[in-house]
Nanobody, 121 residues
Framework: HVQLVESGGGSVQTGGTLRLSCEAS?????MSWFRQGSGNKREGVAS????????YYGDPVKGRFTIAQDSTKNKVFLQMNSLRPEDTAMYYC??????????????????WGQGTQVTVS
């Protein structure tokens, strides 16, 4: 069973930056970030295919957020720039043993982190 540990959330002002990290305890092939604001459904933010390096982004964050992996391939980062109040949410790291199906559907992921809060004011 793979465990995911997130870090890096916090509170920033509009236009600020944050960097989230997610480290997996074992090998995974797809790692993604989701977010869930108060009263909203869980939304796909970004995803990366660990083996191929391909990345995917949700429309609201394109051009502002960047997902990347480190050399160990078991850790990914989400660089968030030009943050807006609407980015306020609990951010969750998710991972799967294979890459298939739509990256932005929560039901396609087996492993989940505990979440880290991002607040933009």
């Amino acid at each position: 069973h793979v465990q995911l540990v997130e870090s890096g959330g916090g509170s920033v002002q509009t236009g600020g930056t944050l960097r989230l990290s997610c480290e997996a305890s074992g090998d995974v092939y797809c790692m993604s970030w989701f977010r869930q604001g108060s009263g909203n459904k869980r939304e796909g933010v970004a995803s990366i295919n660990i083996q191929r390096g391909r990345t995917y982004y949700g429309d609201p964050v394109k051009g502002r957020f960047t997902i990347a992996q480190d050399s160990t391939k078991n850790k990914v980062f989400l660089q968030m720039n030009s943050l807006r109040p609407e980015d306020t949410a609990m951010y969750y790291c998710a991972a799967e043993d294979y890459c298939g199906g739509s990256w932005d559907l929560p039901e396609n992921y087996l492993y989940w982190g505990q979440g880290t809060q991002v607040t933009v004011s």
